[in-house]
């Protein structure tokens, strides 16, 4: 549930604190009013609260509509109303929100503290605020008011925002990746697979040679002709490759089909039928191929070493980045695990941001 916004969260504000506070400003704060305020008490009308610190239906209500435009941009177009049910919106943003003061709560722990000289000093610099080269108090303001925000809730916000990235800087660091991790993962999803697969007219002929096959696994296309079915081999492709092969489209693969062929050992029959566009299928796996490694060029750091595969940096990059973000989320989780988390299930059911 928190890993688009959180995604997204890292992508926006960037990991790099330098890199959050200056876009903060020059987008206008846009998410600074969409995260959960000044963090008092609990009330009867609070959605959630979080050791005690309440979340406001505004709150939610907030954060929703940033996340509803932020899907809107990534797909393109308006979404419906069914589309944004499907998507669970509400879900994605109490559980951002809870995920965010979760976080916000745990700086004592981490021993973090952004102190009031920083938060001024990152404001008064902050090119929003500008004029002339200089910091202009009539546009601080002029800001604040037009997203509807005090100079103190402005600066108690932004606090608690480069506290968090603080903190998720310290989790996601103390993660790193080893190029082994990389080559195996990088095989696994690049492998390729060579099939045969064997059609019949009537599912009750596929299931019995499918009974014959796994019971003595011999002369494929011999048995299967006697069956009244048509073999035909499938060479060597990527799940990526298959699907837009012809292959795909003659037989109507579907994503249980290609699970099962990706996941399945060589030699092995497949022990189910699958329906097709010309009757039922039995597939035996041929051959697995796994790359020996990444093609392209070696990275400066990797240039001299001659166990490095090949890695290409960038897909290096992207591939620790998806790991340190797994490793957030999964500290996250158990952060919320421990602490004192309460959704107030009758002031959400009257949250209708439609």
Known sequence: MLDFLRRFYAHTAGKIITILVGLLFIVGFSFLPYIIGAGGGASPSDVASVEGKGISLNDLNRYYGKLENEYERLYGNKLTRKELGMLNLTGSALSSIIADKVLELKAP??????????????????????KNGKFSGKLFKADMLDNHM??????????????????KRVVEESFSVVNTQF???????????????AVFK????????????????KDFSGIAKKYGGGTVAVPLFTEAGIIKSFYFKKYRFNI???????SSGENNVIDETFPVKSGYAVIKILNVYFPKYVSGGLSKANAGNKNSGGLMPKEREMYAFQKEQEFLDYYVNYLESKSNVKINKNALSSFHPY
């Not at 599912?203 to 003595?216: C, G, P, Q, V, W």
């Open 109 to 130: 722990v981490f021993g973090i503290e952004v102190s009031n000289g920083f938060i001024a000093k990152n404001i008064a610099s902050a090119p929003a605020f500008q």
């Open 150 to 167: 005090t100079p103190a809730a402005f600066e108690k916000h932004f606090k608690n925002e480069i506290t968090r990235e603080y903190i």
């Open 183 to 197: 080559i195996n993962d990088y095989k696994i999803k690049n492998k390729s697979v060579s099939f045969k697969i």
């Open 202 to 217: 009537t599912k009750n002929k596929a299931d019995k040679f499918l009974k014959r096959e796994i019971l003595f696994n």
């Open 256 to 262: 249980n089909m290609l699970k099962s062929i990706f």
